[in-house]
């Protein structure tokens, strides 16, 4: 199973672009990059997945380097809305369905 | 709406007393997890389903017991609680995408108290 190591925390000010990174050194062949989101006493939301290069969605992006070791997580404009914990999680059905979470990134966006 | 519910959202209950936690999809997903958040841990997870009645323990199964007998369901059975099970626990559901990866979709969260 990969593990996964975050920044325990970050922060920013609002309209600034985030880029959160995530460590994978093990990730196995199969498994797909993917970000949540999670407010508190919320629920995980998903943000973004990938397995190589380059995912843009409308509230994120997503940069693969080709040895998939690591990944960043990219949040344009960021505002106060956007403080949260991010995480990074990695696997697929072809690995099991065990799934373990990093630690996540609390980000706090400032005025 | 597609949605993950879990019931009761709030839960305070003494030491022994058998509870269940129930989660319900209604998105016709094949996996469905359980996992429990506390403080400065993250998430972890106690036990998932890829399909009905296959289930296996995840990292922190201990103490849990759970059954997958339809597939909207995945109820979670703490059958004698004990105050270290206090936390926040979430229900999950994915489907499985193209390529086999993951998309969790994640319940409100059930947080229980034990005394």
């Known amino acids: 199973l990969a593990k996964t190591t975050q920044p325990i925390s970050m922060d920013s000010y609002e309209g600034q672009e985030v880029n959160i990174t995530c460590s994978h050194n093990n990730i196995a062949t199969n498994d797909y990059i993917t970000w949540y989101q999670q407010f508190p006493s919320q629920g995980p939301r998903f943000i973004i997945q990938g397995y190589k290069t380059k995912v843009t969605n409308e509230v994120a992006s997503l940069f693969i380097p080709a040895d998939r070791k690591s990944s960043t997580l990219s949040l344009p404009r960021v505002s106060l809305s956007d403080t949260a914990v991010y995480y990074c999680?990695?696997?697929?059905?072809?690995?099991?369905?065990?799934?373990?979470f990093g630690q996540g990134t609390e980000l706090s966006v400032k005025p | 709406e597609a949605q993950v519910t879990q019931n009761p959202r709030y839960l305070i209950t003494v030491t022994g007393k058998k509870l269940t936690v129930t989660c319900s999809q209604n998105m016709n997903h094949e996996y469905m997890s359980w996992y429990r958040q506390d403080p400065g841990l993250g998430l972890r997870q106690i036990y998932y389903?890829?399909?009905?009645?296959?289930?296996d323990k995840g990292d922190v199964p201990e103490g849990y017991k759970v059954s997958r007998k339809e597939k909207r369901n995945f109820p979670l059975i703490l059958e004698s609680p004990s105050p270290n099970q206090t936390s926040l626990y979430f229900c999950?559901?994915?489907?499985?995408?193209?390529?086999?990866?993951?998309?969790?979709?994640f319940g409100p969260g059930t947080r229980l108290t034990v005394t």
């Open positions: 999950a559901s994915s489907d499985r995408l193209a390529g086999g990866a993951y998309e969790q979709y």
């Open positions: 389903s890829m399909n009905v009645e296959v289930t």
């Open positions: 999680l990695v696997g697929s059905y072809n690995q099991g369905g065990k799934l373990i």
